[in-house]
């Protein structure tokens, strides 16, 4: 059974940058029907996608992220990491990581989850 | 960019009731459309596809119909455990937007 799990520290200081890992286990993070999202979730607020990556390094972004978010994908650990920088009060939410399953080309619905990891950014 | 667009926001039903979601799209995403449910302090669950083909294990009173911008989930019999928050996302084109939610609270 395929797992995601993020991991990172909780705690972030406004202005610096937001640092999260995703590691995937009970498969491989190079399927070729597979990519791999980040989504976050500010408390009590809906659900927002930040990006996306194919094991090649395929990188896809929210627009309105793009210029601070930085999405890699480390094939040999079975890891994807997500950066943020400049980040604000308002960045504070939970971050999910999660398998983005292909419909086709540049096409895919999220279908395994992390936990979520929650990032508060505070002084 | 394209924006989905739910409604309503909260919906409040009893045990029994047949309960209708829609889901609209910006511009046409064919049925690149996908459902999950949400519970709190829980990530998000898939609950179906191609806007409507509905995922293993999720039970049959859950359907999904509708193509180009309006998409609609029904839940055809309401249960307890079915008292949640439910996103839309669509998944057209190398990007993916979530619906701001709808919440299914209990009358």
């Known amino acids: 059974q395929l797992q995601v799990q993020e991991s990172g520290p909780g705690l972030v200081k406004p202005s610096e940058t937001l640092s999260l890992t995703c590691t995937v286990s009970?498969?491989?993070?190079?399927?070729?029907?597979?990519?791999w999202g980040w989504i976050r979730q500010p408390p009590g607020k809906g659900l927002e996608w930040i990006g996306s990556?194919?094991?090649?390094?395929?990188?896809y972004y929210n627009p309105s992220l793009r210029s601070r978010a930085t999405i890699s994908v480390d094939t040999s650990k079975n890891q994807f990491s997500l950066k943020l920088s400049s980040v604000t009060a308002a960045d504070t939410a939970v971050y999910f990581c999660?398998?983005?399953?292909?419909?086709?080309?540049?096409?895919?619905?999220?279908?395994?989850w992390g936990q979520g990891a929650l990032v508060t950014v505070s002084s | 960019d394209i924006e989905m667009t739910q409604s309503p926001s909260t919906l409040s039903a009893s045990v029994g009731d047949r309960v209708t979601i829609t889901c609209r799209a910006s511009?046409?995403?064919?049925?690149?459309l996908a459902w999950y449910q949400q519970k709190p302090g829980k990530a998000p669950k898939l609950l179906m596809h191609?806007?409507?083909t509905l995922e293993s294990g999720v039970p049959s009173r859950f359907s999904g119909s509708g193509s180009g911008t309006e998409f609609t989930l029904t839940i055809s019999s309401l249960q307890p455990d079915d008292f949640a928050t439910y996103y839309c996302q669509q998944y057209n084109s190398y990007s993916a937007t979530f619906g701001q939610g709808t919440k299914v609270e209990i009358k």
């Open positions: 990556i194919y094991y090649t390094g395929s990188k």
């Open positions: 511009q046409s995403i064919r049925t690149r």
């Open positions: 191609l806007a409507s």
């Open positions: 009970g498969g491989s993070i190079t399927t070729s029907t597979s990519y």
């Open positions: 999660a398998r983005g399953q292909m419909s086709e080309i540049g096409s895919y619905y999220f279908d395994y």
